[in-house]
């Protein structure tokens, strides 16, 4: 599988933003990662549509941008993000019991985009299995969203390691607190996807980071 590095934009010097996400493309990343809070799902606020917008006037043609919505109600915005060059919109499985989460997923691939599953570090590898068919990505986050700069939550990986063995073929991607060694820890356990906000934007040079981090989950995950 191929092991992808995606900076998130969160942890970015939001006073030079442009320049921020073309470092993003410069350093050789697999995609940009966009947290989007609504300050109801989650307490914070991020970014909007329109910043999916300036991304993809700023990215080389085709960058990847992989948008990871913590709100309450994707389903009123997943298509707002798809139209301004969102590539792949995540939306969270704890809303299941309000939300349709087919529909949405069927409306989003209908879009072109890619369509990612996110599951906080609480809720089980249970909740994603009848869900797997319409999924392109699962996302397990290994922090509780909201903010950047937490610690790596350990307990995830037993879930990771679950959900890879339901889903050999399906992207896996973890998120916060990733750094080089948590990274390993994760692809260890079956990820092969990494986001990675405040470890890659404090580097001077992020695309040596990237490149190092791929190494190390490449070599992790094949031991996994
Ligand atoms: C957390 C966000 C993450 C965040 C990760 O709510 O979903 O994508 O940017 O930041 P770090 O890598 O600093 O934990
Ligand atoms: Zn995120």
Avoid: W
Avoid at 30 to 52: E, I, K, Q, R
Avoid at 121 to 127: F, G, H, L
Avoid at 170 to 185: P, R, Y
């Amino acid at each position: 599988m191929k092991i992808q590095i995606l900076p998130s934009l969160l942890a970015a010097d939001l006073g030079r933003l442009g320049e921020e996400i073309a470092r993003v493309a410069a350093a050789g990343a697999d995609a940009l990662h966009l947290d989007v809070m609504d300050g109801h799902f989650v307490p914070n606020l991020s970014f909007a549509p329109d910043t999916s917008a300036l991304c993809r006037r700023v990215l080389p043609e085709g960058f990847p941008i992989n948008t990871h919505l913590m709100m309450t109600n994707p389903d009123a915005y997943g298509r707002r993000f798809a139209e301004r060059g969102s590539t792949t919109v995540q939306f969270h499985l704890e809303l299941r019991d309000t939300l349709n989460v087919r529909a949405l997923a069927a409306e989003l691939h209908g879009l072109g985009v890619r369509v990612g599953l996110a599951l906080n570090p609480d809720t089980p590898a249970e909740v994603a299995l009848p869900y797997l068919d319409c999924a392109d990505e699962i996302l397990c986050m290994t922090v509780f969203p909201g903010y950047g700069g937490q610690a790596f939550i350990p307990e995830v990986l037993p879930k990771i390691k679950a959900l890879r063995a339901a889903a050999p073929a399906l992207d896996i991607m973890v998120d916060g607190g990733v750094n080089a060694e948590t990274a390993v820890q994760a692809a260890g356990a079956g990820a092969n996807a990494f986001v990675a906000g405040s470890y890659l934007f404090r580097q001077a040079d992020m695309g040596g980071a990237v490149a190092d981090l791929r190494r190390r989950c490449e070599e992790a995950f094949a031991t996994a």
